[in-house]
Each structure stands twice: as structure tokens, then as C-alpha cells.
């Protein structure tokens, strides 16, 4: 695979169906949407695969959430989507390499990943404040600053599901089809917690 | 239009038109809304004499802050709501008292000083509850949270149809809660506005209310200064108290029978005026053109 890898936000408040008269998602929608345009005008293509979880609290019969959202962001940057890779949101690491590896066999595409860190990142998140929370942020942001594959594999989804990071399995995706392709590096990193969920807008360039 | 079904809570009855207060008097050092005011018993004791000067029916005392924080196991919630039972019954003969708790243990120790109803914020998560409500004669309140744990935030959570979730759930614990025993006149439900909720689906259950004052069980609603009434107007905790009562007036107008709030007098009056819309109650006074 020699396309870039965009990671995305999967708050709902991205989705039209949840924002209210104050748009409150709009600048991270913004960049989110420039980040995906960005990438696929490298790749020279409009055109990208998305890579998701599954709803951690599913109770109805909808897309997971991840999906919609990157749906939404793909549909807003004028990128197709050509295929949706839903990971399970506690997939082990093995699972999330072989399904990985298998998407890295496949020609070049750009890998949308929606994905975020951890919603217990204060008091007021979602998950109330956790304060093993930040460390494994770092960990997840300095993955991507250095975009190092095996850093990705190494997240721990215990840690992670504890931590209510919901983006890790989707992570280890991209990272097991990025590794052994090229050298990856990071062309965008951008990060923000307003809600106490740590948001990441990355772009990675492979090959 | 759906009505009230019949309501008996302590040695009260109550018809299907009545709209009660219930008042909430926290035994807690952090609740988002009074932060502490009645943490100590003399103050908690102090805001019973208010509510009950005011005209609340029953007030819900309650240990445990519904928002995440530091664990608050078994032994501290009987410390902190057991000896105050006891003093407001012993205070009150006639009042209707409510407990605010999920853990049938809880539930045993202030019905064996006197609690008159069970007010089961989380769900029916201690499957006890009932059977402890029934052996006591109490009232249970059955909520619908989505299945959540106790003391969590809903995260991302959707629903294909939120007040269906919340009606199958409702009848479900109800009916289970009826099979333990408790006498049905003493079931309650309780779609939880923000508890497994976001605003979105908090607002949907308010303009559906009907759905569930149908069903033939006594409908309470806890609206009071929550965050779906602040993300709606854009209005802090402390600037909710306009809003909160326009959903009270709109539940009451759907049928809900017991109102859960922070404010009782103005609750009052915000119910008595749409028991006299209804025609469920006689205006106060009449005289204009009557003369």
C-alpha cells in the first residue's frame, strides 16, 4: 500500500442529525475534512477506504457511528468511498494485524481511520477524569507524530478500553498496513480534548 | 389524550389527575445542582421543613450523586440517608418518603425506618430491589437508563427509537416488580431524562411523554435543571429554572403524575395551572365576569 493514512475524529456531533443551531463540531469538522482532501490530492485520487470500530455501546441497528462520521467527512471533502473496513471496537491485536496486513495487500488506497484517544481525559468527560488517561494519549500521539507502526500495535486495548479510547483498534489496523511499506511519516498532526475526548486530526504519508 | 393511572404511595392514595412534587433533599457533599447545601443533617432536616412548608408531597432523599465521583460504597450511603430517614419520619408521621438508591441493602435499612417509596434512579441494575419494596409494602420506581452502569455518562449511545427502548424496559421491571409483589398502585416509571441519554433523546421522550402515560403505570419525570433543559436554551447549571419548567408544564400536559425537582413552589404552581387547563382542577378563584 503506498496511500496516505488520514486519521479523523468520530464524535457524533460531527453528523448533522446531532448538531444543534451552534454548530459546535464546525472547526474540527473543518480541518478534518482539509486533512482528507489534502491526502487524497497526494495520492492523486479521489477516492478512499474508511477504517472504523464498531459502537462500544451498540443498541440499534445503524452504521456504527465511526462510519457515519467518516462517511460525512469523505462526502464533505468530495472523496468516494470505495470500501468501509468496521474493525470490532475490543478486537485483539492479532485480529486487527491480520485484517491489517490483508488490507495492505491490496492497491494503494487511502486509508481514512476514524478514530479518537481517550474520553476520561477530566472530570467533565464523557468517562470522568482517569489519570492513567493522558499518558496513554501521549502514547498514541507520539505513534503517529513518529508514524511508527509498531508503536500502534503495541496499545494495549485493555488499557484502551478502560480508558473508553475507542480509536485503537482501528489504529492497529492502519498500522499493521502500513508496516513494511515504505517509510511512513507524518505530514499533519493536530490534537485537541474539548469534551475531555482527545480528538486527533494526522495525516501519514506512506511509501 | 392518555391519563394517570392510579397512585398509592405510604398510606396515601392518589387519584389518576394528581401531579405531585416530590422534593429532592441531598445527603451529599457534591450534587451538580446544590453543591453541598444540605450535606449536613440539620441543613437536609432544614430543607425538609421548606419543601414540606411549600407544599411538596413527598420528598426523595438520596446519598449518592448520580455523576461520576468518588465511590460511595454500601455502609457510607446507610450512613449518610438511614439516621436521616429515621429523623424525618419520626419528624413527619404523614409524609411520603422517598429514597433515591439502587442497592436493594440501602433500600432495606430506610424501609425498616420508615421510607414509603424506593426511588431506583439506575435501572433495576440490583435485581432485589423489588423483592425488598414488596416485603415492605414500599413503592418502587422503575427507571429506564438503557442499561448503563450506575454513576456513568452516556457516551455515544443511540437508540433505533428511544422512548421504545425506554417503554419495553419500563413494562418490563414493572411487571417483574408486580411479580415480586409490589402492589401495582405502587409502581412507578420513569423514562430518566438524561440518564443513557443525550439531549436528542431526552427532548424525543419529552415530546412523546404520552407514549408512556398510556401504558397504565404512574409516570414520573426528574427534569429539574438538567443538562438536556441547559443544551437546549444554552443555559449553565443555576439559569435553568425557566426551562425546567416549561418541560414540567408539557410533561404535565402528557400526564405525568410525580415531578422530581429543586424548585417545589414554583413547580406547584406550574402544575396547578395545568391541572386547571386540563380541567382536572378548579381555578382558584373565579369572579372575572362572574359578578
Known amino acids: 500500500m503506498s496511500g496516505s493514512v488520514v486519521v479523523v475524529p468520530s464524535a457524533p456531533l460531527l453528523l448533522p442529525e446531532y448538531t444543534g443551531r451552534q454548530d459546535v463540531g464546525a472547526d474540527l469538522r473543518d480541518r478534518a475534512v482539509e486533512a482528507i482532501r489534502a491526502a487524497t490530492d497526494t495520492d492523486g485520487s479521489d477516492r478512499a477506504v474508511l477504517v472504523v470500530a464498531t459502537d462500544r455501546e451498540q443498541r440499534g441497528t445503524r452504521p456504527p457511528l465511526g462510519q457515519r462520521v467518516g462517511r460525512h467527512l469523505c462526502e464533505l471533502a468530495g472523496v468516494g468511498v470505495d470500501g468501509v473496513v468496521a474493525v470490532s471496537w475490543d478486537a485483539t491485536v492479532d485480529e486487527c494485524r491480520a485484517v491489517g496486513e490483508h488490507l495492505g495487500r491490496r492497491p494503494a488506497a487511502t486509508l481514512v481511520v476514524v478514530a479518537d484517544g481517550s474520553a476520561r481525559r477530566g472530570e467533565k468527560a464523557p468517562g470522568h477524569l482517569d489519570d492513567r488517561a493522558a499518558a496513554l494519549d501521549d502514547e498514541i500521539v507520539a505513534a503517529l507524530r513518529t508514524a511508527d507502526p509498531e508503536r500502534l500495535l503495541a496499545l494495549d486495548p485493555g488499557l484502551c478500553a478502560d480508558l473508553l479510547a475507542h480509536g485503537r483498534a482501528p489504529l492497529q489496523v492502519a498500522a499493521a498496513a502500513m508496516a513494511g511499506r515504505g517509510e511512513p511519516r507524518c505530514t499533519e498532526l493536530e490534537v485537541s480534548d474539548p469534551l475531555g475526548v482527545l480528538y486527533v486530526v494526522a495525516r501519514l504519508a506512506v511509501g | ?291
Open chain 2, 1 to 291: 389524550m392518555s391519563r394517570g393511572a392510579p397512585l398509592r404511595l405510604g398510606r396515601r392514595e392518589y387519584a389518576p389527575t394528581a401531579r405531585l412534587v416530590m422534593a429532592i433533599v441531598n445527603r451529599t457533599p457534591d450534587s451538580f445542582y446544590d453543591k453541598g447545601l444540605t450535606w449536613g443533617e440539620d441543613a437536609a432536616m432544614d430543607r425538609v421543613r421548606q419543601v414540606v412548608d411549600e407544599g411538596a408531597d413527598l420528598v426523595d432523599i438520596g446519598g449518592i450523586k448520580a455523576a461520576p465521583g468518588a465511590v460511595i460504597d454500601a455502609d457510607e450511603e446507610k450512613r449518610r440517608v438511614v439516621g436521616f430517614v429515621a429523623r424525618v419520619r419520626d419528624a413527619y408521621p404523614d409524609l411520603v418518603i422517598s429514597v433515591d438508591t439502587w442497592r436493594s441493602e440501602v433500600a432495606r435499612a430506610v424501609c425498616e425506618v420508615g421510607a414509603d417509596v424506593i426511588n431506583d434512579a439506575w435501572g433495576g441494575v440490583d435485581a432485589g430491589l423489588p423483592d425488598v419494596a414488596a416485603e415492605f409494602g414500599a413503592a418502587l420506581v422503575c427507571t429506564h437508563t438503557g442499561g448503563v452502569t450506575p454513576r456513568t455518562r452516556p457516551h455515544r449511545i443511540e437508540y433505533d427509537d428511544v422512548v421504545a427502548d425506554a417503554r419495553d424496559s419500563l413494562v418490563r421491571q414493572a411487571e417483574r416488580a408486580v411479580g415480586a409483589g409490589v402492589e401495582r398502585e405502587r409502581v412507578v416509571i420513569d423514562p430518566a431524562h438524561d440518564f443513557g441519554k443525550n439531549t436528542w433523546h431526552s427532548l424525543e421522550v419529552t415530546r412523546r411523554l404520552d407514549e408512556l402515560t398510556g401504558l397504565g403505570w404512574p409516570v414520573l419525570v426528574s427534569l429539574s435543571n438538567k443538562d438536556f433543559v441547559g443544551e437546549a436554551l444554552d443555559r449553565p447549571v443555576g439559569e435553568r429554572l425557566t426551562g425546567t419548567l416549561a418541560a414540567t408544564a408539557l410533561c404535565a400536559w402528557h400526564g405525568a403524575q410525580i415531578y422530581r425537582v429543586h424548585e417545589v413552589p414554583q413547580t406547584r404552581e406550574v402544575l396547578d395551572l395545568v391541572s386547571t387547563v386540563r380541567g382536572d382542577l378548579p381555578p382558584a378563584r373565579t369572579v372575572r365576569g362572574l359578578g
